[in-house]
C-alpha cells in the first residue's frame, strides 16, 4: 500500500506499509505540506485509485495588544493565508467553554481584523481565538491567546482635612509595581499634574496631596498612570476639603474681607466674612522700625515691586500704611525668625500661598495689624 502525490508533472511516492489485507488504511500525507492544490491517489502493485484533491492553506497569523484597559477597543488581525473571502470570527472562553463572539469576513487578500468585545468592561485575563472556514466548508482555529483588562486607578482622600496639614491621595493601580503614577488638580478649569510617584510591588501608591494646602475650600483631584506601554488612564474624581481650625481672631477681622496680622502668633490671616481662607508665618518690623498696629486699608498693590529705600525685592507688595506693606520676603523665607525684623513691614514666606491671597486681595480691603 502506497500514497503516491502528483509533483512536478509525474506521480511520486508520498507515504507507504505493508498491506494488512483490511479495507482501511491510514497514512500521513508529507509531500502536502505546502500551500496549494495537491493531487493524491492510492495505489497498491500497479492498480491505483482515481486521483484526490487536497487543498492545503497557509497558516493563519494573527495579532493582538496583549493589555487594554476596560472599556477601550482592541482588535485581532492577521491573515488566513487565502485569497479567497472566508468567514471568519472571534471565539471567547468563559463557563468552561469556547463561544462565539464576533463574526466578520477576510478581505479578498486574506486579511482580518476584528473587535474584541467579549469582557470589554471587566477586568482581569480573558482567552481568545479565532476561527476560519474556507470555501471548501473546512474550520480551522488558531491557539489560543490571553487580553489582560486593566482596571482603571482607584483613588481616596481623607475628605476633610485642616489647613496647613499634611494629607495624602491613595489608591491601587492594576498593572503590577513600577507604573508610573501622579495626581492631578483641577484649577481654573484645567487638570493640572501636582505630584508625580510610582506604584509599588502590588500596585499600590500613596501621594501627597499639597496644591492650596494653606488655602480653605474644596480641590478637585484625580489620578493617572502611565504603564509599561505607553498606555494612560485616568481614575474618578476626588474631593478633598481644607477646612478652618479655630481662630482666635480680632474682632475687627470678622466682617468683610480683612488681612489680619496678629503680632502675638506672628500669623497673618486672609479673612473674608468672618471665614478663614489662607494662614501664613509673618515676620514684623524690629524694635527700631515697628509696624505700626490698628486697622488700615489696601492702598495699593504692586507684583513686582523694589524698594525705592533700601533697594530690596518686596514681591506681591500690598501697601496699607505709608510705606509699610506685606509682602515676600526671602530672607524671611531662608533663615526664618532668626534675622532681625524688617523696616515695618509683615514679611511672608509662603511664596504660592501669597501669590494666590495677592490675587484676592482688592485695594480698600482692610488690614488689621493687632497683638
Known amino acids: 500500500m502506497r500514497l503516491e502525490v502528483y509533483v512536478d508533472g509525474r506521480w511520486v511516492t508520498d507515504n507507504s506499509r505493508e498491506s494488512t489485507g483490511n479495507d482501511s ?41 496583549s493589555q487594554k484597559l476596560i472599556g477601550l477597543g482592541t482588535n485581532v488581525w492577521g491573515n488566513i493565508g487565502d485569497t479567497q473571502s472566508a468567514k471568519v470570527w472571534t471565539e471567547a472562553y468563559f463557563d468552561g467553554k469556547w463561544q462565539v463572539s464576533r463574526v466578520s469576513t477576510a478581505q ?12 470589554i468592561n471587566s477586568s482581569g485575563v480573558h482567552r481568545y481565538r479565532v476561527g476560519v472556514q474556507y470555501a471548501d466548508g473546512s474550520v480551522v482555529r488558531t491557539q489560543s491567546f490571553e487580553l489582560r ?42 487638570w493640572k499634574v501636582s505630584r508625580i510617584g510610582q506604584a509599588d510591588s502590588y500596585g499600590n501608591y500613596v501621594l501627597p496631596l499639597t496644591y492650596a494646602q494653606d488655602v480653605a475650600g474644596t480641590q478637585k483631584y484625580r489620578v493617572g498612570a502611565q504603564y509599561a506601554d505607553g498606555t494612560v ?8 476639603t481644607r477646612t478652618n481650625p479655630a481662630y ?36 514684623f518690623g524690629k524694635p527700631s522700625s515697628p509696624t505700626r498696629e490698628g486697622q488700615f ?34 530672607d524671611f523665607a531662608a533663615y526664618g525668625y532668626s534675622r532681625p525684623g524688617s523696616h515695618g513691614c509683615i514679611n511672608i514666606r509662603d511664596a504660592k500661598t501669597l501669590d494666590w491671597v495677592y490675587s484676592q486681595v482688592r485695594v480698600g480691603d482692610k488690614v488689621v495689624v493687632h497683638w
Not at 513686582?304 to 533697594?311: A, D, I, R
Open 25 to 65: 488504511y491510514i497514512l500521513p500525507l508529507t509531500r502536502v505540506a505546502t500551500p496549494g492544490t495537491h493531487q493524491v491517489r492510492a495505489a497498491i502493485g500497479d492498480v491505483v485509485s482515481e486521483p484526490t484533491t487536497i487543498e492545503r492553506y497557509k497558516p493563519i497569523t494573527i495579532g493582538h495588544v
Open 108 to 119: 479578498s487578500n486574506g486579511n482580518l481584523l476584528i473587535p474584541l468585545t467579549y469582557g
Open 149 to 190: 483588562r486593566l482596571a482603571r486607578p482607584t483613588i481616596a482622600t481623607a475628605g476633610t482635612k485642616e489647613i496647613g496639614k499634611g494629607t495624602n491621595a491613595w489608591g491601587k493601580i492594576d498593572g503590577g509595581a513600577g507604573v508610573k503614577v501622579w495626581t492631578e488638580v483641577l484649577v481654573d478649569g484645567k
Open 233 to 240: 488612564a485616568r481614575s474618578t474624581e476626588a474631593t478633598l
Open 248 to 283: 482666635d481672631l480680632d474682632k475687627r477681622c470678622l466682617t468683610g474681607r480683612a488681612l489680619c496680622a496678629s503680632k502675638t502668633t506672628r500669623k497673618l490671616h486672609w479673612v473674608v466674612d468672618g471665614k478663614v481662607l489662607a494662614v501664613m508665618d509673618a515676620r
Open 297 to 330: 486699608s489696601v492702598g495699593w498693590k504692586s507684583r513686582y515691586h523694589v524698594s525705592s529705600l533700601y533697594g530690596s525685592s518686596m514681591p506681591w507688595a500690598m501697601f496699607f500704611s505709608g510705606g509699610q506693606a506685606v509682602h515676600y520676603s526671602a
